[in-house]
């Protein structure tokens, strides 16, 4: 937990940073762009309130994960970094619309641009957002902080490609150049955060993760010594780096001892072959009914006008769950 806290510290610290660099670059685009009558500077403005906004809700996720888990909320704020990737995610999809739109209009509407101030203004651009994307990219196994660190590295892209339409406008005149990087840069957001939308969708529905294949899962356990079946599976993300499980295994006939070794392995497993850790596991040693995928409990049956549950022979049902 120690480690944890250090990194989630670590993250915070960048974020913050970050946060400062990209509120002076947006008045300085958004001055200039208006000087030089560039779209393509305009639109670099418009991308970083929404990496403004970005940033901002990722630190705010990342404080929130920080927070212990409680009566009502038993998993925590884990999932508060995914909903924000989701959230980062659609307003860039917005933007790169609004993008699109405007430097449509401006193929039939051309607007002169200064070139050098574009050129100027990006290079800017070019070093604060590299900068902020190479600080972000040691964390960006998390869905969260690389939804933040693709929001960058896009700007990084489409401010070099800035950089390269003025001096082609400098040297040919060309003013069609400006919207046509626009309509490209548009095209990069879109691209980019389709990803993020797609996984971030999975985590929150609940969703198998994508790494993670449910039929070798399901072979490896019928493997083990002393299983029988394996159904009622069910494997979900808390967050993009953590995986849960939940099953029913049939297991032969045995001693509690016995299964206590027979759920061990099984969680030694999943941990060591599959990276899952948080597991919930009931033995079983007969079957159950299943209901729409998951286990239905035992019908009661009527004993001298009483209800009474029916248990099999040694039917001992075991859960435990890390």
């Not at 705010?60 to 995914?82: I, K, N, S």
């Not at 902020?132 to 490609?161: E, Q, Y």
């Not at 399901?218 to 967050?239: C, F, M, P, Y």
């Not at 007969?286 to 009483?306: F, I, M």
């Amino acid at each position: 937990m120690g480690e944890l806290a250090r990194s989630k510290g670590r993250i915070q610290q960048i974020l913050k940073g970050s946060l400062a660099l990209t509120a002076l670059y947006i008045a300085a685009t958004f001055f200039f762009g208006l000087r030089a009558h560039s779209l393509a500077l305009i639109s670099e403005a418009g991308h970083n309130v929404s990496d403004f906004l970005a940033l901002s809700l990722s630190f705010a996720a990342v404080w929130l994960q920080t927070l212990p888990a409680t009566d009502e909320r038993t998993f925590g704020y884990q999932r508060a970094g995914v909903l924000a990737g989701f959230v980062n995610a659609l307003s860039l999809m917005a933007l790169a619309v609004w993008i699109a739109v405007a430097a449509v209009v401006r193929f039939f509407h051309p607007v002169a641009v200064e070139p050098h101030l574009m050129m100027m203004v990006a290079s800017a651009g070019v070093l604060m957002n590299g900068l902020i994307a190479g600080l972000l990219w040691k964390f960006s196994g998390d869905v969260n902080i690389r939804s933040v660190f693709l929001h960058m590295l896009g700007d990084t892209v489409s401010t070099a490609a800035v950089i390269v339409g003025g001096l082609v406008i400098a040297l040919t005149g060309q003013e069609w150049i400006d919207p046509l990087l626009s309509l490209m840069i548009a095209a990069m957001i879109l691209w980019s955060s389709w990803s993020i939308v797609r996984e971030t969708l999975q985590i929150l529905l609940e969703g198998t993760p994508r790494s993670v294949n449910l039929a070798e899962i399901r072979s490896a356990i019928q493997k083990l010594a002393g299983v029988v079946n394996v159904h009622d599976l069910h494997v979900w993300s808390l967050t993009s780096q953590s995986h849960a499980m939940a099953c029913h295994v049939q297991v032969e006939e045995m001693q509690l001892a016995e299964c206590e070794d027979v759920l061990a392995r099984l969680n030694h497993l999943l941990r060591d072959s599959f990276g899952i850790q948080h597991t919930t596991i009931q033995l079983e040693v007969t079957g159950c009914l299943t209901l729409e995928g998951c286990c239905s409990p035992p019908e009661p049956e009527e004993v001298d006008g009483h209800s009474h549950h029916h248990h099999g022979p040694g039917s001992h049902d075991h859960a435990q769950a890390h």
